[in-house]
């Protein structure tokens, strides 16, 4: 009985020896390490590249976020959670061929024509009408901004020219120059109508 606690003792010890090492190595000085390096090197893109106006947070590049006011450009639509819901990122996951996801599409064209005054035969950009994969896409395409500048210049009273003017400037390119499409940053553009011709309550 003697041996076999004493056996037992001898590979309980190198046991936890490991596991107390192996939990300050990886569970406290490696975070440590990792978020000192991020913050030194990455800055606000480790703290989730939050924006801030006036020293407010008011979103983030990173995830995009439901604009409804005429003076705006609105976002693309959204399936995460009830809408840019962060902690459900995702898209619907109907296929294209569902009949839920078609009579959606079709509803959303239909708004989009109206809230943007487009006659039945201007195409409508897909971004528009559709969520992206993850939910929370910042951007949407040059297409679909460019179809809303009308509207956005008429509620602030503004040349529809210089709002295209905005556009062209929020316009991101793509990473390392081939990967995806160039498109423009929704919340970029915003606050830079809000700058340039002053805030909307």
């Known amino acids: 009985m003697r041996t076999a606690v004493r056996q037992f003792a001898r590979q309980l010890v190198p046991a936890l020896v490991a596991l107390a090492s192996f939990t300050l190595l990886l569970g406290i000085i490696y975070p440590l390490a990792t978020t000192a390096v991020s913050q030194v090197a990455f800055g606000g893109r480790a703290d989730g590249s939050v924006v801030e106006r006036d020293g407010v947070a ?4 990173l995830i995009g976020q439901p604009f409804l006011s005429p003076q705006y450009f609105h976002s693309r639509p959204s399936a995460a959670g009830a809408g840019y819901d962060a902690s459900a990122s995702g898209g619907s996951n109907l296929g294209p061929l ?4 078609l009579g959606t599409v079709v509803e959303r064209v239909a708004e989009y024509r109206a809230v943007n005054g487009l006659d039945a035969r201007v195409p409508v950009p897909v971004d528009a009408v559709t969520a992206s994969a993850s939910g929370l896409d910042p951007h949407i395409s040059i297409a679909n901004a460019r179809l809303q500048a009308r509207r956005v210049a008429g509620a602030r009273g503004v040349a529809e020219g210089d709002v295209l003017a905005e556009v062209d400037a929020a ?4 990473a390392l120059g081939v990967l995806g499409e160039p498109a423009v940053d929704v919340l970029a553009l915003n606050l830079a109508l809000d700058a340039r011709f002053g805030a909307v309550d």
């Open 58 to 61: 008011v979103g983030s590049e």
């Open 171 to 174: 316009i991101d390119q793509p």
């Open 98 to 101: 569902n009949a839920d996801l």
